[in-house]
């Protein structure tokens, strides 16, 4: 792209938008110049244009963004078919697994979910379509970590904060990619209460027609439940079934 073509002022409100999250809610303009890294003046000048705008309230110290930030998400969701042809296979999987189902995307550094079954509360977060969870310590960002080449893989890893979010959670940049590895071979990730304690996932990549990885679907049970060891005994062939039925209506 042309350095004429980028609108660095578009650029930098989208990183003030990108600084709230689940728990940066309501943020003052020093807050949100210190996450975005960008001066103070161009931060306040961001976040008053989404106030006039509707995207924001402010009440004199603290910003907070209004439920019309959705339209921007919504605006992916309603121009892919993704979600809207997995819903109905994922909650068949749910049903049948007795267990929650997700599917996701990669998005930079992290899976984005685009739709969700839930039987069982099996989280502290309560995850929806939109939520972000990071790639490396998620059985879904495994497998989508895996379907890239390794130089893109290591490169992902480059950018992340491999915090530990558990004492189980996976941190050496070598160990993950030769988990990638392991998991290009066999078909499929597994996860033991590296994201949280007391959850196990296992995920496989979702293909189009052509092959080409364009997601992931995913089956959570809390650890007590199900051991990580007996996850691919136990959902395995449903996410397969599940897997080659949407190969068959992706475009």
Same mark, same amino acid.
């Given at each position: 792209?042309?350095?004429?073509?980028?609108?660095?002022?578009?650029?930098?409100?989208?990183?003030?938008?990108?600084?709230?999250?689940?728990?940066?809610?309501?943020?003052?303009?020093?807050? !949100?110049?210190?996450?975005?890294?960008? /001066?103070?003046?161009? #931060?306040?000048?961001?976040?008053?244009?989404?106030? /006039?705008?509707?995207?924001?309230?402010?009440?004199?110290?603290?910003? $907070?963004? $209004?439920?019309?930030?959705?339209?921007?998400?919504?605006?992916?969701?309603?121009? $892919?078919?993704?979600?809207?042809?997995? @819903?109905?296979?994922?909650?068949?999987? !749910?049903?049948?697994?007795? @267990?929650?189902?997700?599917?996701? #995307?990669? /998005?930079?550094?992290?899976? #984005?979910?685009?739709?969700?079954?839930? @039987?069982?509360?099996?989280?502290?977060?309560?995850?929806t379509p939109g939520s972000r969870l990071p790639a490396f310590c998620a059985s879904m960002g495994r497998v989508l970590l895996a379907a890239l080449s390794e130089g893109e893989a290591r490169s992902v890893l480059g950018r992340t904060d491999l915090k530990a979010n558990t004492p189980n959670t996976k941190t050496d940049p070598e160990e993950l990619m030769a988990e990638f590895r392991r998991v290009r071979e066999q078909g499929y990730a597994v996860i033991d209460q590296e994201l949280e304690i007391g959850l196990?996932?296992?995920?496989?990549?979702?293909?189009?027609?052509?092959? @080409?990885?364009?997601?992931?679907?995913?089956?959570? !049970?809390?650890?007590?439940?199900?051991? !990580?060891?007996?996850?691919?005994?136990?959902?395995?062939?449903?996410?397969?079934?599940?897997?080659?039925?949407?190969?068959?209506?992706?475009?």
């Amino acid at each position: 792209m042309r350095e004429t073509d980028f609108v660095s002022g578009f650029a930098r409100g989208l990183k003030v938008i990108e600084a709230f999250g689940e728990t940066r809610q309501r943020l003052t303009i020093a807050e !949100a110049s210190k996450l975005t890294g960008l /001066d103070r003046a161009t #931060v306040r000048r961001s976040l008053l244009t989404l106030s /006039d705008l509707g995207y924001a309230v402010y009440d004199g110290k603290f910003f $907070t963004l $209004t439920p019309k930030i959705l339209r921007l998400g919504h605006a992916y969701l309603a121009a $892919t078919p993704l979600p809207t042809i997995i @819903q109905p296979h994922l909650d068949q999987l !749910a049903e049948r697994a007795g @267990q929650n189902a997700s599917a996701s #995307v990669l /998005d930079g550094t992290e899976v #984005v979910y685009i739709a969700r079954a839930s @039987q069982r509360r099996v989280m502290s977060i309560n995850l929806t379509p939109g939520s972000r969870l990071p790639a490396f310590c998620a059985s879904m960002g495994r497998v989508l970590l895996a379907a890239l080449s390794e130089g893109e893989a290591r490169s992902v890893l480059g950018r992340t904060d491999l915090k530990a979010n558990t004492p189980n959670t996976k941190t050496d940049p070598e160990e993950l990619m030769a988990e990638f590895r392991r998991v290009r071979e066999q078909g499929y990730a597994v996860i033991d209460q590296e994201l949280e304690i007391g959850l196990c996932s296992i995920a496989v990549p979702v293909e189009n027609d052509r092959g @080409q990885t364009v997601a992931a679907i995913n089956i959570g !049970a809390p650890a007590a439940y199900v051991a !990580a060891s007996d996850m691919a005994e136990r959902f395995l062939p449903l996410l397969k079934e599940t897997q080659k039925a949407l190969r068959l209506v992706l475009p």
